[in-house]
């Protein structure tokens, strides 16, 4: 186990709707990641968040947004959802270096 | 469980020899770089790292070779086992994100 956990492992939307995906780490550091990884490929990055403030953003439209709460647990929201969106989401909390959850698998039907 | 890597390049080594898995990355920039294994139904499980002022580092049973000239990384495994069998992902480091490469996927024959 990493100590970061990540909520829901799987679920299924309809394109159009919307999905928030959740993380939250035992050790509670202050900074989180949130990487999309299709099949077949690598992770690719969507934005960070420092002391509850978004620090960083990759090539992902604003209809992906996110949350850190001062618990440091975070959210990933993804509003108006495509088929393109189905694929695995992973958080990363970050320390000396960078520790991955489960991840969530998404489908979008 | 879910399949990574579908259509990744594949090492095939028999069991108890050495594999080596390469990477080529793409920022001159990156002053940090991590090697990844990947289960089917996980996420990326953290090998070893090394940063960008160093050329090699060594762990138990696994070994990162940095050259920096022409931006190549690889992942040397000794007497590989069944259970290093997985997707391997380099990644790099250059401010707030990693930069993962596409991945290799590892068979291990018994």
């Known amino acids: 186990e990493t100590g970061v956990t990540q909520s829901p492992t799987h679920l299924i939307k309809t394109r159009g709707q919307q999905v928030t995906l959740r993380c939250s780490s035992q050790s509670g550091h202050n900074t989180v990641s949130w990487y999309q990884q299709a099949l077949g490929q690598g992770p690719q990055f969507i934005f960070q968040?420092?002391?509850?403030?978004?620090?960083g953003r990759g090539n992902f439209p604003p209809r992906f947004s996110g949350l850190q709460f001062p618990n440091y647990s975070s959210e990933l929201n993804v509003n108006a959802l495509e088929l393109d969106d189905s694929a695995l989401y992973l958080c990363?909390?970050?320390?000396?270096?960078?520790?991955f959850g489960s991840g969530t698998r998404l489908t979008v039907v | 469980g879910e399949s990574v890597g579908l259509h990744l390049p594949t090492l095939s080594v028999q069991e108890g020899d050495n594999s080596i898995i390469n990477c080529a990355y793409s920022?001159?920039?990156?002053?940090?770089f991590i090697w990844y294994k990947q289960e089917s139904g996980k996420g990326p499980q953290f090998i070893i790292d090394i940063r960008s002022n160093m050329d090699k580092r060594q762990g138990q049973r696994v070994t990162v070779l940095l050259n920096k000239t022409v931006k190549h990384l690889s992942l040397q495994i000794a007497a590989t086992q069944p259970g290093d069998s997985a997707v391997y992902f380099c990644?790099?480091?250059?401010?707030?994100?990693?930069?993962f490469g596409g991945g290799t996927r590892l068979m291990v024959k018994p």
């Open positions: 990644a790099e480091n250059a401010g707030n994100m990693l930069t």
């Open positions: 990363a909390t970050i320390n000396r270096s960078y520790t």
């Open positions: 968040y420092y002391r509850e403030e978004e620090n």
């Open positions: 920022n001159s920039a990156s002053d940090y």
